[in-house]
């Protein structure tokens, strides 16, 4: 019986790494996706493409899909060049397997335009994450309407 108790007790401390382990990954998922607004909000687009891996591929609505950082930082400071100023990310749904991980989204832009109306955008987000090999998380593939 002791032997089943220490059993049971070793499951369930297992289950509870588990669960923590799984709570520290999306604690650093979200703080990627804040760093990621901060960069984007303050027009530090160098920063921002550092939150995306070397092989990134992100497809914006209407756009052409890109694959490396320069065409991805290109595309964040023509947006920004336009007048959108505020980004924000909600996560809906985060489901993290092994190194990858899964991301639904809402976001929300403001564009400021050169006349002075503001103009408030919203949609749909997904996002595929790659844990880096010093533990961090980073943007493989992104797309969003």
Partial sequence: MKRLYTILIV???????????????????????????????????????????????????????????ASI????DGLRMVGVNEYVIYTIDLRIDGDTAYQTALWEATRNTADGNVIQFEGNMSNVLERQKDGSWKIKLQSWN
């Fill in 11 to 69: 499951i369930a401390a297992s289950i509870a790494g588990l669960v923590h382990a799984e709570v520290d990954e999306a604690a650093a998922i979200k703080s990627l996706n804040i760093g990621w607004d901060k960069a984007l909000n303050k027009g530090n687009t160098s920063e921002l493409v550092k939150s995306y891996t070397d092989n990134a591929v992100i497809m914006p609505p209407s756009s052409e899909i890109l694959t490396n950082h």
């Fill in 73 to 76: 930082k290109n595309y964040w």
